[in-house]
């Protein structure tokens, strides 16, 4: 068996699991054999998902050989921020509800705590409206809505999708699933600490030093979110 294709079933796990993503959003890897290639679940719940629903996708996100399969309406943003972004191997979709407030009210997501450090200092929010006008549905439904979101994204980690949800970005699924749980928990704690008083954020030298402390210690957490997902054979 493939240990990214095992791990890619084990990330959708867990993003269900820790409350990143519901019976919507996506997450996705890149082949560590071409990289004009990703692998992406067919349409379904992430907690469904199963090594037998993944599939492969180039970089304009059209599906190799669809067998007939439903693909996610928002593959595109996949496609796009990998062709955009050499260094990134794994994506992730998702709705978390926290982080939302901060894409509609211009406060910024800013780390609050160690964890959440590889934010840096300024997410950046895709206005959909830019791109394509105010009659969208508000979905990257279009090669051309991934290249723009991939643009907004920039060389950053993590983006906010105005109204819609957000997007993670990581070198690993280990890193990327990470950043999916650590970004909803961030803007808990950040919408929290906005209601006590004056909050001070990580500066951007404490954000870059978390987090790459943080990365050196992946495994650990990933660890124990697998054993909470684990299921009979
Ligand atoms: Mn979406």
Redesign the pocket.
């Known amino acids: 068996m493939d240990t990214l294709i095992d791990d890619l079933v084990t990330a959708n796990h867990i993003l269900y699991r820790e409350g990143v993503v519901d019976g ?2 996506h997450v996705s890897v890149r082949s560590a054999t071409d990289p004009t290639r990703f692998r992406l679940s067919r349409s379904i719940a992430p907690d469904n998902v199963t090594a037998a629903d993944i599939m492969e996708f180039d970089l304009d996100s059209e599906p190799i050989d669809p067998q007939g399969r439903r693909v996610y ?2 593959r595109f ?1 996949h496609g796009a921020i990998y062709r955009a972004r050499p260094d990134v191997a794994a994506i992730v ?3 978390s509800p926290a982080v939302i407030p901060f894409g509609v009210t211009g406060t910024p997501l800013q780390p609050v705590s160690h964890m959440g450090g590889f934010l840096g200092t300024a997410t950046p929010v895709f206005e959909i409206r830019d791109a394509a006008g105010p009659e969208t549905d ?3 439904r279009s090669p051309e809505l991934g290249a723009a979101l991939a643009r907004t994204l920039g060389s950053a980690t993590f983006a906010l ?1 105005r109204g ?2 957000s997007v993670a970005v990581g070198t690993s699924l280990k890193q990327v699933v990470f950043r999916a749980i650590y970004a909803e928990a961030n803007a808990r704690l950040q919408s929290d600490a906005m209601r006590l008083g004056t909050v001070t954020y990580l500066n951007e030298y404490e954000a870059a030093n978390t987090a790459a402390a943080n990365d050196v210690n992946l495994d650990r957490p990933w660890e124990l979110w697998k054993k909470r997902v684990s299921r009979p054979a």
Do not use: A, N, V
Request: zero cysteines.
């Open positions: 919507f959003g309406l928002e943003i979709h998702s709705h508000m979905l990257i999708m819609h949800g």
